[in-house]
């Protein structure tokens, strides 16, 4: 299949052409140009008339940079609303038509970005495999044999396809991740509640987001950026920032299942992949530790079971009454076991849950990032035909219980596996570290040489430069708060992680101060030149965070300004003069711990 010759379809390269003098028109008719030649009739439920497109983008007048999406095709899940087109969920009986919007929608377009259509899904987004539909399956991208993922699938094949620059999802399972490892692009799944859900079917209202696709990491954290805002008529949002992104400088500490506990299904290859993966976050210097992830395991299985299928059911219960064979089989099976839960079993799925996350807590406590193969295995639709629920439960492996754990995610491209299939690793955090897992990607996405979706665009390269997202400051410790030690929870439970290990200005004095409990050292600035500096930690802390910790900092101690060896200033630990008295003097040592290894 030849896609029609243009520069790609990355959001940079779209702006680079219009600051170059292309129009918006030009790309509207690049993207139906290329639309026929992919010739998937699956990929939309809804394509909007060539024509009314172009006229808006005629509308759109001269170019704007300064909208983050001026001119960028896109495309919106069909769960999602877009004024003046039918919203199905994949079920022709329940088709509606939205006044208004979708609340991203809105945002996104208000940024300057032009609808195309609305895009095929499992039905009523129940489904990882992209098959569950009346309207006729969207092909895999790559190779036609192989499941296309879901529920998110029409959107996921159209990215791929370079149709166009960004495509909406939804993810309660792993709908806005198993699609982009299957077609060899970027599935972001933004922090829960950061993302409006006004305007959308919801399949779990309680842990679900809209999520998005695109064909770079920087494209896809741009759409979140801009689609990120505090909606209050939308009872479970949260109002979490989207910094931007930054070069991580150092070593983050990342968990990836055991060799015990980690499932392939059989599949080395994949695992052969997944351990490249692995390797090229290790040879950026972060620390790997391997988990038994028999935890995780155990929540992602709770997700088709009690409360949240009664959940999904709550949503097209009347539907199921009324007409169940508008439903198909396969998604009225799987919803229809909410007919023999009780609210009794519900709470005790709350309970559970509860439990199995208190399990995993200390594990995440004291990890940056999870990194996980996106999908254990490949399926191909045949293999659907034969058992339409195993592979897609197998396909959840290791998505199913992100948002049952508050987590955000994103799945990240990797060179091909040995067999040429796209390889892919997600990376997970706590909720609101979006820009953490985003800027730690930079290893992952820019290694070895791939190609983007399915096209022969070449990947770009990315360009981090801020050292420091948005609402976090510098903060240096030389003590009990080190990596490792008592204290360091102080800073790992407030969201801050380490960005660099350095050493202050030689102008400081160092000291084990007196004094009973946990041993804490000193520092304090002499006006003249010691013959050392001191061995410093310098952490990004959530500025929302800082206060409560200057609040349980006891005297001597304080926070202030501590120069460090580049002659750079940031907030850190300082010590007042009298914090000498009784004190022993351990300047010349240079370094907490090798303080405290002395005994």
């Known amino acids: 299949m030849t896609l029609p010759q243009m520069h790609p379809m990355t959001i940079t390269d779209i702006h680079e052409a219009y600051a170059a003098g292309s129009t918006p ?32 983008a005629k509308a759109l007048g001269a170019f704007d940079p300064d909208k983050p999406l001026w001119g960028i095709p896109f495309a919106v899940k069909d769960n999602i609303d877009v004024a003046g087109l039918p919203t199905t969920a994949a079920c022709p009986k329940w088709e509606y038509q939205p006044a208004e919007d979708a609340f991203v929608v809105a945002r996104l377009r208000k940024a300057g970005a032009i609808v195309i259509g609305k895009t095929n899904l499992d039905q009523f987004a129940t489904g990882l495999v992209g098959v569950r539909t009346p309207y006729g399956a969207p092909k895999n991208a790559l190779d036609s044999a192989i499941v296309p993922g879901g529920s998110s699938g029409g959107s996921g094949v159209s990215v791929a396809h370079g149709i166009v620059s960004f495509a909406l999802g939804t993810d309660t399972a792993g709908s806005g991740r198993v699609p982009a490892a299957l077609n060899n692009i970027v599935g972001l799944k933004p922090s829960l509640g950061s993302w409006s859900a006004s305007g959308s079917v919801p399949a779990c209202r309680s842990i679900e987001t809209i999520s998005a696709f695109a064909l770079t990491v920087e494209d896809a954290y741009r759409v979140h950026q801009v689609a990120s805002g505090f909606d209050e008529a939308d009872a479970y949002a949260r109002a979490i920032e989207a910094p931007g992104l930054f070069a991580i400088k150092a070593p983050l500490r990342i968990g990836i299942p055991d060799s015990n506990s980690i499932k392939f299904f059989g599949d080395e290859v994949q695992a052969a992949s997944f351990a490249d993966g692995v390797a090229l976050l290790q040879a950026a210097g972060h620390t790997v530790e391997p988990l038994d992830f028999s935890p995780f395991y155990a929540i992602a299985e709770m997700l088709y079971e009690g409360a949240w299928i009664a959940e999904r059911n709550s949503v097209i219960d009347t539907l199921m009454a009324q007409d169940p064979e508008a439903i198909l089989p396969v998604t009225r099976k799987i919803v229809g076991k909410a007919n023999d839960l009780s609210a009794t079993d519900a709470f005790r799925g709350f309970y559970r849950l509860k439990e199995l996350s208190r399990k995993v807590e200390p594990l995440l406590a004291r990890l940056d990032v999870l990194a996980v193969p996106s999908i254990p295995t490949f399926y191909t639709v045949a293999d659907l035909e034969a058992d339409p629920v195993t592979p897609n ?91 490792g030690l008592p204290l360091n929870c102080q800073l790992t439970d407030r969201g801050a992680y380490l960005i660099e290990a350095t050493t202050s200005a030689p102008y400081y004095r160092f000291y084990a101060l007196a004094g009973e409990g946990v041993k804490r050292p000193g520092m304090i600035r002499t006006a003249e030149k010691q013959p050392n500096g001191i061995a410093v930690e310098v952490w990004a802390m959530p500025l929302a965070g800082l206060g409560s910790f200057l609040a349980g900092i006891p005297g001597p101690l304080g926070l202030g300004k501590v120069e460090l060896e580049s002659g750079e200033e940031v907030c850190g630990f300082i010590c007042e003069a009298t914090g000498a008295e009784g004190a022993e003097d351990i300047t010349s040592l240079g370094s907490w711990r090798t303080y405290i290894k002395q005994g």
Request: hydrophobic share 45%; net charge negative.
């Open 25 to 56: 028109e030009e790309i509207v008719a690049a993207v139906y140009a290329r639309i026929a030649d992919v010739a998937d009739p699956g990929i939309f439920i809804t394509l909007r008339d060539e024509a009314d497109v172009i006229a808006e």
């Open 393 to 483: 439960s197998n396909l959840g492996t290791y998505t199913n219980f992100v948002n049952l754990l508050d987590m955000c995610g994103l799945a990240v491209p990797i060179p091909a596996r040995s067999d040429g299939r796209p390889g892919s690793i997600t990376l997970l955090a706590s909720s609101g570290k979006d820009a953490l897992i985003a800027s730690l990607s930079a290893c992952l996405e820019t290694a070895g040489e791939r190609t983007l979706g399915a096209t022969a665009w070449p990947r770009p390269q990315r360009k981090l430069v801020a050292d420091l997202p948005a609402g976090y400051v510098k903060l240096a410790v030389c003590g009990a708060h080190l990596e």
